[in-house]
């Protein structure tokens, strides 16, 4: 099976720190994802990225920044974190030789105070 | 803007009773639709996926596409309570996918 970790749980920060979110992929997939969930608005795409390197903008990218050194690993960067900010984090990776589907980490919950 | 819409719910079934979910998209290029469930504080796993019009059937799940009326639906036949959860439609071409905001199911024994 796909595993796909996100590092951290449960974070808490203040606003204006920078906050990193890591999420690490074992099925060699070349696509990888950062949503937001949000009670009511459903998963909304930040960034994906189809490569080692690749980034591109998904729907609310603003105030976010991705990077992706090695194919198996993809960080959320959120520079100065706002309490708008405060949301559930989920990585998902793409088996794009297949069936296209994605598979979640576990999610990352964060609250900006 | 390309859209996704599910019933916010909830979806009130009696367990062993059929329970139907529905989904309407936008994008009449969509190639791709998932079904993902979702349980309170968990992460979308998925159910099943369907590309062809018509039914796909996998155990007591059902999907049924309709390109035509770019509807997507669910049945869950014989629901259990522990079918209870957050019923997620996602809808895409290659590489993206939108998701609906979800259906909330609640089987009730």
């Known amino acids: 099976d796909v595993k796909v970790t996100q590092s951290s749980r449960y974070l808490v920060k203040r606003t204006g720190e920078k906050v990193f979110l890591e999420c690490v992929q074992d099925?060699?997939?070349?696509?990888m994802f950062w949503y937001r969930q949000d009670p009511g608005l459903g998963l909304r795409l930040i960034y994906f990225?189809?490569?080692?390197?690749?980034?591109e903008k998904g729907d609310i990218p603003e105030g976010y920044s991705v990077s992706r050194e090695k194919k198996e690993r993809f960080s959320l960067i959120l520079e100065s974190a706002s309490t708008n900010q405060t949301s559930m984090y989920l990585c998902?990776?793409?088996?794009?030789?297949?069936?296209?589907?994605?598979?979640f980490g576990a999610g990352s919950r964060l609250t900006v105070l | 803007q390309k859209e996704v819409e599910q019933n916010s719910g909830p979806l009130s079934v009696p367990e062993g009773a059929i329970a139907s979910l529905n989904c309407t998209y936008s994008?009449?290029?969509?190639?791709?639709f998932f079904w993902y469930r979702q349980y309170s504080g968990k992460s979308p796993e998925l159910i099943m996926f369907?590309?062809?019009?018509g039914d796909k059937e996998d155990g007591r799940f059902t999907a049924q596409l309709n390109k035509a009326s770019q509807y997507v639906s669910l049945l869950i036949r014989d629901s259990q309570p522990s079918d209870s959860a957050t019923y997620l439609c996602?809808?895409?071409?290659?590489?993206?996918?939108?998701f609906g905001a979800g259906t909330r199911l609640a089987v009730h024994p």
């Open positions: 998902a990776s793409q088996d794009v030789s297949g069936a296209n589907v994605l598979t």
């Open positions: 099925m060699d997939h070349e696509n």
């Open positions: 994008d009449r290029g969509s190639q791709s």
């Open positions: 990225s189809y490569d080692v390197k690749m980034k």
């Open positions: 369907i590309y062809s019009n």
């Open positions: 996602a809808v895409g071409g290659y590489n993206k996918l939108i």
